[in-house]
């Protein structure tokens, strides 16, 4: 069943873009291909995934950090009635992998403490959660997913709308409480470098990651997200101010404008990267000297000593969320833990385990200026960044997906 | 009672009990498939049923819209051209390293070749992940392969040997290796050793022998090695997509993109069934040139 598996694989790697890949492809490889049409089972309902991490060559140790432990038990304001739950069961589905791992630590340990909430542990998935819903047997409480799909299926009809009676979001940033959702991280697509290259003279932005004159060397881009980002990065490179790329892009011709300016870096490109780990590993062993790349890795890499640079200037920034099936029993107790995980306290505990960031400004207040530097959502970062229109890939992904494989394969 | 009516009598008895046991030994074979034919049933005809339904709904509305899109935008039947053209190239490769292969396997005593065999298996127990990253160390710019041509003075500049179509089909290739060794070993082993003998003592050279007796009878393993390969070569993705360059895209890849981030599911499934149709067309033509049907029936 390779296209199973390989489905699952995919997508999950590129929601979680640590180390769930690894763990998938374990499951990979100890079950490979069975005959068949291919794609079949892809349709007919994706297999699960079972929680177990398989170490594999290249994870990441983002999850060590010493600090987290300092400090004693995690304290959140207005969570100090440890039987606020008792006897109610909430079932999470995340990404699985260091994501989940660092969720564990701290969100569902201390939501389970502080509100005597019993917690079970499942992987998430679009298909499963479609199939649950259409089948009216709902088992999960909450379950993650990128914004942007977040978005489609709350459209579809498959999710709770978001009570925002329970949950506080009085401190959030812009689009960060959906109607159905509520971005619980954010995560960045930026420009990475090789600082024994460019070192004395870094690239400032994607107009220098297209100019292979005064940057020459070997480059890596993403193809896995498909137009979502590229289209942004190439309006940039075509001397666009961040703040007018979707208006742009929104304008007649301003998506031909962005592949016309794409045309140019093809030929540079030597890899057009697929997986997350593949641009700090191709960064790292010098076979590209610029790339565009997921922050989570590249920390990482950094953190192993690699001599890679982020320039946070004119990344894009994206979110993950938390939602709630059509259909699920316990509603409060869903709306209540999503509003235990994005109170400032928890956010910022979450961000010590894994570099990505809150979407409560509020909890870079509790936070080492160390950590902030590294946070693509602190104010010093997310300033220089663009976010991810979510509205307009929600209206036009389908099309310009097809449109840059087209162009892609050309 | 004449002679002869009652050995026509005793005719018709016995042609009774061997209908009967004919037909009770029939049931039996009925009764014996019967769990096969329903895990079949349950867990391939009938997803099919439905992938062949969602592919022509929309909401609650039928229509050939999916299919429509797919003849009409270049980008799926480039695809589709691409994911076919990599796998016979595949299947060639496979054929091509496999048969040796499997005939040394097959001409060496059955333990060592059973040890070998672990040596064949290898990259298929090996993690995706961790099999890309030897081919990296091993074929990228400044992988081991071009440091030593480097080194010996054979070339001048780097060879490009991965993010291309080389890449697509030295990683494949690797995997699927086992599905054509594998069959084509069983059937190997089981050609009879006398008949090549009865050949050279006939005249033949070993070379004569080969050709005209151990290749026609070898010819059901790579036949069915060959379709092994190339229909589950039709439906990777994750190696063409982590080793290939931006070309090598297969047509799971974009099945999996509809699912995952369009969640456009019925597209989705008509991409699958046209590849799931043209897959059986191929299969038809190929039985049809091959008489795959016969060769599975005799030969060894």
Known sequence: MAIDWEASLRHLERQGRLRRRQFLRALLASGLTVVGAPGLIACAGRQQATPTTAPAGGQTPAAASPTAAAGGELKVAGYDNPNKWKGKTLVFAGFGGAMQDAQRKAVLEPFARLTGATIVEDTTDIGKLKAMVDARAVEWTVAQQGTFESRVLGKQGYLEPIDYSVIDKANFFEDVAGEFDVAVIYWSLILAYRTDKFGMNPPQGWKDFWDVQKFPGPRAMDKVDGPVGNLEFALMADGVPKDQVYQVLRSAGGVERAFKKLDEIKPHVTVWWEAGAQPAQLLTDGEVDMAQAWNGRIDAAQRQGAPIAIQWNEGLLRTDSFIVPKGVKEKELAMDFINFATRPEVQAELSKYIPYSPTNAKAFDLMTEELKARLPSAPAQKEKQLLADASFWLENLDRLTEQFNDWLTK | ?300
């Open chain 2, 1 to 300: 009672m004449t002679t002869g009516k009652v050995l026509a009598e005793r005719t018709y008895q016995e042609s009774i009990i061997s209908r009967r046991l004919e037909l009770r030994r029939q049931l039996g074979y009925i009764v014996l498939l019967l769990p096969t034919l329903l895990l079949l049933l349950v867990l391939f005809v009938y997803p099919i049923a439905r992938l062949i339904v969602t592919s022509v709904y929309d909401g609650n509305q039928f229509t050939l819209e999916h299919y429509r899109r797919i003849v009409e935008v270049d980008l799926y039947l480039r695809v589709l051209r691409t994911t076919f053209t990599i796998a016979l190239q595949v299947t060639l490769l496979c054929l091509i390293l496999g048969y040796p292969l499997a005939y040394f396997l097959a001409s060496v005593r059955a333990r060592t070749a059973r040890l070998l065999m672990i040596l064949v298996l290898i990259p298929f127990w090996t993690s995706i992940l961790v099999r890309t990253y030897a081919w990296m160390v091993l074929l990228q710019r400044q992988g081991v392969f071009n440091r030593w041509l480097l080194e010996l003075g054979l070339i001048d500049e780097p060879l490009r040997m991965m993010y291309n179509r080389i890449g697509v089909l030295v990683g494949m290739t690797h995997v699927l290796l086992p599905f054509m060794v594998l069959p084509a070993y069983a059937v190997m082993r089981g050609i009879d050793p006398n008949l090549l003998r009865a050949a050279y003592n006939l005249g033949a050279s070993p070379f004569q022998a080969f050709l005209r007796v151990f290749l026609p009878l070898s010819l059901p393993g790579i036949a069915a090695g060959s379709l092994l390969v190339f229909i589950l070569a039709l439906g990777f993705f994750i190696t063409p997509a982590l080793m290939g360059g931006r070309t090598d895209m297969m047509i799971a890849q974009l099945i999996e993109t509809q699912i995952r981030t369009q969640l456009n599911f019925p597209f989705a499934a008509a991409l699958a069934a046209v590849l799931l149709i043209i897959t059986l067309v191929i299969f038809a033509i190929y039985n049809r040139l091959l008489g795959l049907d016969k060769m599975f029936g005799g030969g060894y």
